[in-house]
């Protein structure tokens, strides 16, 4: 319970009643009206001094008269007659307050006329449309008496207003309701809601001037029961449905004659609420919205916040058209237009000055985005608008959706209340409020042109970003535009229960101001294309951006359409991974984890490991997933050529995961990289074991625990040059590697038959990859580079061999053999005492020139170790000539061969392989990866090898055999 004992009788006082307002000096517009008789006499009855303001003189001469006649004190009332629309008069008005009663403590915006009452397609926006319809208002005059007077009452009277002053503005429930016919007036006054919260934080701070909103229900009156009454008619439903309606939102009942009902509140109760909310009882509170309403439950705003970024994979757009009304921000209307056309849309894009038709045309140009149609449209004049629905009707015959953007971008109007100039104020009200109702209106009356063509269009309006400034004009013109959505869809679903339209529009708003995100416009622009696509379809008016996009959705940016269809995939499944710091391996890692799994990346090299897990978890954190970093785990110093990092390895992966569902065997070595006949029997078993036995052993390990599971999944990482069953493929220089792949491939083929049902094994063999390792790491060369010098060296050295062996026939000896070391062609036997195939040879050498050395030097030292072990292996040379041709050898400079013959010879291999290619292009580490992700999501397939290879052309028959016939045993033994 609060004690309050010690609070003095001063305080205490303020809350009884009496004389509140005792020498308050107040300004009360509308003072003569309905309601404003009502508050004088209250204000008048507190003690205040009362500066009335309406537009009649002798209307208000007459109200004072009857005052005087009651008894109040004229000298406590001034009068002024002006519209406050106009903003010298309410410097007049505040001039007149502050003359006669010396100061200016409360302003009361009253004042305010119903406005045209029409529907929606039929509001008057010029002189001629209202002088047709027989109305005294525009919609812009309405919302300047509305609206645009209380903000100019408000920049008049603010620096005049003591310390500790007060304004109340008067709105209304309606405000916050559907309306039926009232847009021109519910517009405006909804958006003089958002102006008193924002003057109330303008205001509170320095001066600690109150604003607070008084929103009036439906006043118990004659007059409201002929509104009513005219909107039963309107809408064609019983007599007194209207006020039902109304009444049904209430939820206090009210003494009548009757006894207890549901009633309308009095002019009375508003008198009352104001004079509290003038007086000091009310003086904690400001920026407040406070209802006279009988309890009617109506919500503040029809709102709902956007937490997920949209879900564009079953977004389609294909031959849907859209329209997209920019403003002077033509940079943020095109980043609208081309998310839509990401998903398949024609765009048409307005703009309401041709001035920023023409700097969008030539960003459209600058970025290729030919196939957006640029227009321009003034919402404000009818012609312009027709002109554009005749255009996209004559043209596509169906329109799908509409955007419409703000007229000018933040700080335009500035972004202060009461700093705000006339011409502000006016144009504010002319192009934020009064425009986005005027192309409503007359896009409303052209929707008949396509019933029974396409759905109803979805229509989208969208704020500025946030103007990092407190936004208070954004916030006037999202409230503004909320009244006209809701009165819009009212209208159309009323029109079409009556079988007066084929179909209504549900129109939404998309704010974007509470976010400061670097994503903020993505998110809205993709936010727009869903709502396009009608599948989605909000029934909240306002869709808010959520202030922290990344909190809200979980993802730290906007995630790719491959993002929006990975997760889940594999969800709850373990994969362990060699060779997976690099290439293929690291995508396989990072697409499974991306796709849900747990994975255990193994390798060599730790610091590559940290690297990629880093990198990876990064990743995993933008997309949402929790607790990414225990997602991905990582062992290093493993070699999977070596048995016991093999136990280690499945050791780890089985006290981390207890289970594991995916083998990727993807670890292993390029190999040797030399002809057959030059490679050592270590070289040949350092592949097999890294590449072949490694996959052998690994199996043996987990296929146990997966057989125990009863599911699992093993995939050995081949290559194309592993050949097909029934099919070898030559893969010259790489006869170790070539065989550890095809090994692979059969231990695939093989085992499938052992391990199912429960296990699935298959072999993965793509063609060359285009990844680090194909165009090298750091200084190292890549495989073309590298195979490109090896076939130079290969074919300097076989045809230093073939010279040879074409010289021993001639009786070449081994003095002539050994004299090669001498290497330097000028130090080399003359041609005259070579042999013929040798002379000849060096001629060759010496002839080819060249930059590098290869034209001075018959070898380098790789190619003359090669070539002595031949002789040595072939009984030519023995062991310790060997020894003596090495040591006496005098090896090349480097370079040996020319650069640019290097690179050349690199570039036909590359050639090569790209004219073999369907897709003339190799696939990357990541499309391997992902399309594997992919493969391992097929549990029906096992003993097969899937081929990511660009399309390599292959000729496959398993009847050669058959065609060709088996060779001879005299040609095997040729062999």
């Given at each position: 319970m609060n004690d309050m004992s010690d609070l003095s009788n001063a305080v205490v006082s303020q809350s009884l009643t009496g004389r509140r307002l005792e020498n308050k000096s107040v300004i009360l517009t509308g003072a003569a009206g309905s309601i404003g008789r009502y508050i004088s006499r209250h204000l008048l009855r507190e003690g205040a001094m009362v500066t009335m303001t309406g537009r009649d003189q002798s209307k208000l001469d007459a109200f004072v008269e009857e005052l005087s006649e009651e008894g109040f004190d004229a000298d406590n009332i001034s009068t002024i007659v002006g519209d406050c629309a106009d903003p010298q008069v309410c410097r007049d008005i505040v001039d007149q307050a502050v003359g006669a009663f010396s100061k200016l403590d409360v302003l009361v915006n009253n004042a305010g006329a119903a406005?045209?009452?029409?529907?929606?397609?039929?509001?008057?926006?010029?002189?001629?449309?209202?002088?047709?319809?027989?109305?005294?208002?525009?919609?812009?005059?309405?919302?300047?008496?509305?609206?645009?007077?209380?903000?100019?009452?408000?920049?008049?009277?603010?620096?005049?207003?003591?310390?500790?002053?007060?304004?109340?503005?008067?709105?209304?429930?309606?405000?916050?309701?559907?309306?039926?016919?009232?847009?021109?007036?519910?517009?405006?006054?909804?958006?003089?809601?958002?102006?008193?919260?924002?003057?109330?934080?303008?205001?509170?701070?320095?001066?600690?001037?109150?604003?607070?909103?008084?929103?009036?229900?439906?006043?118990?009156?004659?007059?409201?029961?002929?509104?009513?009454?005219?909107?039963?008619?309107?809408?064609?439903?019983?007599?007194?449905?209207t006020s039902q309606e109304f009444r049904?939102?209430?939820?206090?009942?009210?003494?009548?004659?009757?006894?207890?009902?549901?009633?309308?509140?009095?002019?009375?109760?508003?008198?009352?609420?104001?004079?509290?909310?003038?007086?000091?009882?009310?003086?904690?509170?400001?920026?407040?919205?406070?209802?006279?309403?009988?309890?009617?439950?109506?919500?503040?705003?029809?709102?709902?916040?956007?937490?997920?970024?949209?879900?564009?994979?079953?977004?389609?757009?294909?031959?849907?058209?859209?329209?997209?009304?920019?403003?002077?921000?033509?940079?943020?209307?095109?980043?609208?237009?081309?998310?839509?056309?990401?998903?398949?849309?024609?765009?048409?894009?307005?703009f309401r000055s041709l001035e920023s038709v023409g700097h969008a045309r030539s960003l459209i140009q600058s970025k290729g985005l030919d196939e957006i149609q640029l227009s321009h449209l003034d919402p404000l004049r009818r012609e312009s608008v027709d002109r554009t629905m005749q255009f996209i009707d004559d043209h596509f015959g169906r329109l799908d959706g509409v955007i419409v953007l703000p007229r000018k971008p933040n700080g335009h109007y500035g972004y202060a209340l009461c700093s705000a100039t006339d011409e502000d104020v006016e144009n504010f009200v002319r192009e934020e409020v009064v425009a986005p109702v005027a192309f409503a209106s007359m896009f409303a009356t052209n929707m008949s042109r396509w019933f029974g063509k396409c759905d109803p269009p979805a229509i989208t309006y969208a704020t500025n970003g946030s103007d990092t400034h407190g936004n208070l004009l954004n916030?006037?013109?999202?409230?503004?535009?909320?009244?006209?959505?809701?009165?819009?869809?009212?209208?159309?679903?009323?029109?079409?229960?009556?079988?007066?339209?084929?179909?209504?529009?549900?129109?939404?708003?998309?704010?974007?101001?509470?976010?400061?995100?670097?994503?903020?416009?993505?998110?809205?622009?993709?936010?727009?294309?869903?709502?396009?696509?009608?599948?989605?379809?909000?029934?909240?008016?306002?869709?808010?951006?959520?202030?922290?996009?990344?909190?809200?959705?979980?993802?730290?940016?906007?995630?790719?359409?491959?993002?929006?269809?990975l997760p889940g995939l594999h969800k709850g499944k373990t994969a362990v991974i060699t060779g997976g710091s690099l290439g293929i391996g690291l995508q396989l890692?990072?697409?499974?984890?991306?796709?849900?799994?747990?994975?255990?990346?193994?390798?060599?090299?730790?610091?590559?490991?940290?690297?990629?897990?880093?990198?990876?978890?990064?990743?995993?954190?933008?997309?949402?997933?929790p607790q990414a970093d225990t997602r991905v785990s990582i062992l290093a110093d493993i070699d999977v050529g070596d048995p016991k990092a093999l136990d280690a390895l499945y050791d780890r992966a089985i006290e981390l995961f207890g289970n594991v569902d995916f083998?990727?065997?993807?670890?292993?070595?390029?190999?040797?990289?030399?002809?057959?006949?030059?490679?050592?029997?270590?070289?040949?078993n350092r592949t097999m074991e890294a590449n072949l036995i490694s996959?052998?052993?690994?199996?043996?390990?987990?296929?146990?625990?997966?057989?125990?599971?009863?599911?699992?999944?093993?995939?050995?990482?081949?290559?194309?040059?592993?050949?097909?069953?029934?099919?070898?493929?030559?893969?010259?220089?790489?006869?170790?590697?070539?065989?550890?792949?095809?090994?692979?491939?059969?231990?695939?083929?093989?085992?499938?038959?052992?391990?199912?049902?429960?296990?699935?094994?298959?072999?993965?063999?793509?063609?060359?990859?285009?990844?680090?390792?194909?165009?090298g790491l750091g200084d190292a060369p890549g495989l073309f580079d590298r195979r490109g010098r090896l076939v130079l060296e290969n074919k300097r050295l076989n045809q230093v061999h073939k010279a040879i062996l074409s010289d021993l026939k001639a009786g070449l000896g081994a003095d002539t053999i050994m004299a090669l070391s001498a290497n330097e062609v000028a130090n080399l036997p003359s041609s005259n005492d070579l042999p013929k195939a040798l002379a000849r040879l060096v001629g060759q050498v010496v002839d080819a020139g060249g930059a590098g050395n290869s034209s001075r030097f018959l070898m380098h030292e790789g190619i003359a170790s090669k070539l002595v072990d031949r002789l040595v292996n072939g009984g030519i040379l023995t062991a310790e000539q060997r020894t003596a041709f090495m040591e006496s050898f005098v090896d090349a400079p480097e370079p040996f061969f020319d650069l640019e013959e290097s690179k050349k010879s690199a570039a036909q291999i590359e050639s090569g392989i790209l004219n073999r290619l369907h897709l003339h292009k190799m696939p990357t580490d990541e499309q391997v990866g992902l399309s594997t992700v992919f493969h391992l999501a097929d549990d029906i397939v096992s003993g097969e090898t899937f081929h990511p290879s660009g399309g390599l052309k292959f000729d496959r028959s398993v009847t050669e055999g058959e065609l060709l016939l088996p060779p001879s045993q005299a040609d095997l033994n040729k062999l």
């Open positions: 406005g045209p009452k029409y529907t929606l397609r039929d509001i008057p926006f010029t002189d001629v449309e209202m002088r047709a319809a027989g109305s005294d208002q525009t919609m812009f005059d309405s919302a300047m008496n509305l609206l645009g007077a209380p903000w100019n009452m408000a920049r008049a009277a603010a620096a005049h207003l003591t310390d500790g002053g007060t304004i109340v503005n008067v709105s209304t429930i309606f405000s916050r309701t559907h309306y039926y016919g009232r847009i021109p007036y519910v517009v405006p006054k909804s958006g003089l809601n958002a102006l008193g919260k924002g003057l109330a934080l303008e205001l509170g701070d320095e001066r600690g001037i109150r604003v607070n909103t008084l929103f009036p229900g439906p006043i118990e009156s004659e007059r409201i029961d002929t509104v009513f009454a005219t909107m039963d008619e309107l809408q064609n439903i019983p007599p007194g449905s049904d939102l209430m939820i206090t009942t009210r003494k009548t004659e009757d006894g207890l009902d549901y009633r309308y509140p009095t002019p009375t109760d508003v008198a009352n609420g104001i004079v509290w909310l003038a007086s000091e009882e009310s003086a904690a509170v400001s920026g407040h919205h406070i209802e006279v309403t009988n309890g009617m439950q109506v919500p503040a705003q029809s709102r709902s916040q956007l937490v997920s970024w949209p879900d564009k994979r079953l977004e389609d757009l294909t031959d849907h058209v859209v329209l997209i009304l920019g403003g002077s921000d033509y940079e943020e209307a095109l980043t609208y237009a081309e998310r839509h056309i990401k998903s398949g849309a024609h765009v048409l894009l307005a916030e006037v013109i999202r409230a503004s535009i909320e009244a006209l959505i809701r009165g819009w869809r009212h209208e159309d679903e009323t029109l079409q229960t009556a079988g007066e339209l084929e179909w209504a529009v549900r129109p939404n708003q998309l704010v974007r101001y509470d976010s400061e995100d670097k994503d903020n416009l993505t998110f809205a622009a993709d936010w727009a294309a869903t709502l396009t696509n009608r599948v989605r379809q909000m029934d909240p008016i306002n869709l808010w951006i959520p202030k922290s996009i990344k909190r809200a959705t979980g993802k730290e940016s906007m995630p790719t359409p491959l993002m929006r269809v890692g990072r697409y499974l984890a991306i796709a849900g799994c747990r994975v255990l990346l193994s390798a060599r090299s730790a610091a590559k490991l940290e690297e990629a897990r880093s990198e990876i978890v990064e990743e995993l954190r933008g997309i949402g997933y083998l990727i065997n993807n670890a292993g070595i390029s190999g040797a990289e030399e002809m057959v006949v030059d490679m050592t029997l270590a070289d040949w996959n052998y052993s690994l199996i043996r390990k987990f296929g146990p625990v997966m057989k125990d599971k009863g599911k699992g999944s093993i995939l050995n990482v081949s290559s194309y040059f592993g050949g097909e069953k029934y099919v070898a493929v030559a893969y010259p220089n790489r006869g170790d590697y070539a065989v550890s792949k095809a090994g692979q491939r059969v231990l695939a083929e093989i085992l499938s038959r052992h391990l199912g049902p429960e296990i699935q094994i298959n072999a993965l063999a793509p063609g060359p990859v285009d990844g680090a390792r194909l165009r």
